[in-house]
């Protein structure tokens, strides 16, 4: 069974009484352990697309499958359950709370799911910020961080609780090339090491290249579907 | 919890914004206790000065007289004897009895004349029950032992008269023939209560018996009685009344001071109407602070929305932050309302310098001093929380409930 799988999706955006069809219509299969990427042209869908993966918004039309279950027709509370569980989410501006410390912007996701005992919770994060090599930085407001830093604690939030899948929506457009590359790797050494699916959209091709999977995305249709020998 | 954790922390977001809110809602927080405890202290020091200088705790009358009592008449008076004032003192609770007669008059300096209410009484007795001899700017009340009388020092200004002055009374007797009271002035007074200072004249009871022809009659008795509830003494002085087969009857000086209980009634109303203005105030104050969060948080709430946080569990975060500002707001509040009352309840606000109340119906002439009320305190805290609680909600969930996608992508 595929972690993922999207049926004939559709997306129409309505601007008062013109229709604006975003996705027209995508079929796409994401394997768990998965490290995609979409690429393609403002304006293609790519947002779009990541969007009804990501259960924050419905399709028009068509099945959205999320490990098993379809999502495309939950209600609003259990899409933000499924978000809760299931999806983890990077986006490019980081969207860190400024009065919480890294610590606490990825105890915020964990705490979220509650399953956990206070110690286990604080190891879990500890071990996460050593992951992608915060240690030591725990105790610093985003002010204090550097974009790549800030990103890091993006991905550490997304990862912290263990989700099936990790969705980033131009994760590097608000880095220099050094710390987009970076985060990438970052990104690239949690897919191998924690087996995580990620998803990401992106411009960059020097980014693009870390991907083994590239959906072209072309006015809201998949032009093409590559995988890395 | 972590949302209470976050929604704290939240506070330290727009400190001069928060500033601004905290501190409306303390500024109006002191307004209302200061005002409350200055409302109360005018309504205390009105009841004092009522019982202390113009009817005792209890007032004994012809209940025909008591119905015209404004009209002063001379009918339906009490026959005054050691009998009846055996009766009264041995009434439990009754600590001073004060015979009077209450008369309206025209007082004549030799140049004008105005009208005043005499009131004639027994020196002695009216002692017991009344403050007014603490209250001498000039000469004493031993002067009507001397066949001399006492006014009032507002009453000495209007009619230029002085300690020694010689002042004439013209009165009615219970006939309806003329007469006159002519006597010195052997006293001024300067009371508490501006009706004694300004329209009262104090004679020897026998001097104003015999001028007005009402020999051993008096128009009330005025008791002082120790501090317990009245209707215990009203009562059985009732039941000794209706047994000797007396037509008279007890009141208490509730019933006398009606205005001022009125008054007194129009206040709570007031202190109402603040509380309302109050309570509005921080209500506007938090719906600013949290529409305004909102706004500015907007992507911050659509990353807690993807995270998969609740609408309600966004709402919650909110909702701790209007509670830290109102929590804050009231002990501000609080702490500037307890310097403030304090200020007031040892100092005093010098209500004379706003005019003449006393035309008003507020029988104070010169200092208010606030009272405590450590309730009102508490109530008005807690009653601000919990609007502050209560008003975050719309806006909070107006901010919760926007469109994730639209949050996040926010600009």
């Known amino acids: 069974m595929p972690l993922l799988e999207l049926k004939k999706v559709k997306k129409v955006y309505r601007q008062g009484k013109i229709e604006v069809p975003a996705l027209r219509g995508v079929d796409m299969v994401v394997e768990e352990g998965e490290f995609t990427t979409i690429f393609g042209p403002s304006g293609s869908g790519k947002t779009t697309l990541l969007n009804m993966i990501g259960c924050l918004d419905t399709p028009t039309e068509g099945e959205i499958h999320l490990n098993g279950n379809r999502i495309s027709d939950l209600s609003k509370k259990d899409l933000a359950m499924t978000r809760r569980h299931n999806i983890g989410f990077i986006f490019q501006s980081y969207n860190l709370i400024p009065v919480l410390t890294a610590f606490e912007n990825v105890e915020f996701a964990i705490r979220l799911i509650g399953r956990l005992s206070e110690k286990e919770m604080r190891e879990k994060v500890l071990e996460m910020l050593e992951e992608v090599g915060l240690k030591g930085k725990e105790n610093r407001k985003p002010g204090e961080l550097s974009g790549g830093e800030k990103q890091r604690v993006a991905i550490a939030r997304a990862l912290v609780k263990k989700s099936k899948i990790i969705l980033a929506d131009e994760p590097t457009a608000n880095l220099d090339s050094e710390t987009a590359q970076e985060v990438i790797k970052n990104m690239t050494k949690m897919n191998q090491e924690l087996g995580t699916t990620f998803i990401f959209s992106t411009h960059d091709p020097q980014i693009m290249e870390y991907a083994r999977r590239f959906i072209n995305l072309k006015d809201g249709m998949i032009s093409s579907d590559k995988r890395k020998d | ?411």
């Open chain 2, 1 to 411: 919890m972590f949302s209470i954790r976050l929604g704290l922390k939240n506070l330290s977001r727009q400190k001069r914004r928060n500033f601004i809110t905290i501190f409306v809602i303390a500024f109006s927080f002191f307004g209302y206790l200061f005002t409350e405890s200055i409302m109360n202290g005018l309504e205390e020091m009105s009841f004092e000065n009522i019982r202390n200088f113009e009817t005792g705790d209890i007032q004994i009358a012809h209940p025909d007289y008591w119905e015209e009592r404004d009209e002063l008449t001379l009918k339906d008076l009490i026959s005054w004897d050691d009998g009846l004032r055996e009766m009264i003192s041995q009434t439990p609770g009754v600590t001073g009895i004060s015979p009077e007669l209450r008369f309206s008059a025209n007082l004549n300096n030799g140049i004008d004349e105005m009208g005043i209410i005499g009131l004639g009484i027994v020196p002695e007795d009216y002692n017991q029950v009344f403050q007014t001899q603490d209250f001498f700017i000039e000469g004493s009340m031993s002067a009507l032992g001397e066949n001399k009388a006492v006014i009032g020092e507002k009453l000495a200004e209007l009619m230029d008269l002085k300690l020694d002055d010689y002042i004439i009374l013209l009165v009615r007797t219970k006939e309806d023939t003329f007469n006159t009271i002519d006597i010195e002035i052997g006293g001024i007074i300067r009371t508490l209560n501006p009706m004694m200072n300004s329209r009262t004249v104090l004679l020897p009871l026998s001097t104003v018996q015999q001028s007005l022809n009402v020999e051993n009659s008096v128009t009330m008795i005025s008791l002082k009685t120790t501090p317990m509830i009245e209707e215990n003494i009203i009562q059985p002085l009732e039941d000794n009344f209706q047994e000797k087969e007396l037509p008279i009857r007890a009141y208490s000086w509730r019933e006398l001071a009606a205005n001022v209980i009125a008054l007194s009634t129009t206040k709570k109303s007031g202190i109402g109407a603040i509380m309302s203005v109050v309570l509005l105030i921080g209500m506007v104050g938090i719906v600013n602070n949290i529409i305004l969060s909102g706004l500015e948080r907007t992507s911050e709430i659509g990353m807690m929305k993807a995270l998969g946080m609740k609408e309600w569990e966004i709402v919650f975060v909110f909702m701790i932050e209007a509670l830290g500002i109102g929590v804050l707001g009231g002990l501000a509040g609080c702490l500037l309302g307890y310097i403030g009352v304090r200020w007031l309840v040892r100092n005093g606000f010098y209500i004379a310098s706003f005019g003449d109340w006393s035309q008003y119906g507020i029988p104070i002439v010169d200092r208010i001093y606030g009272v405590w009320n450590t309730q009102a305190f508490a109530y008005i805290f807690m009653l601000g929380v919990v609007v502050a609680i209560l008003s975050s909600i719309l806006p909070a969930y107006w901010a919760a409930h926007k469109d994730p996608v639209e949050a996040i992508y926010h600009r």
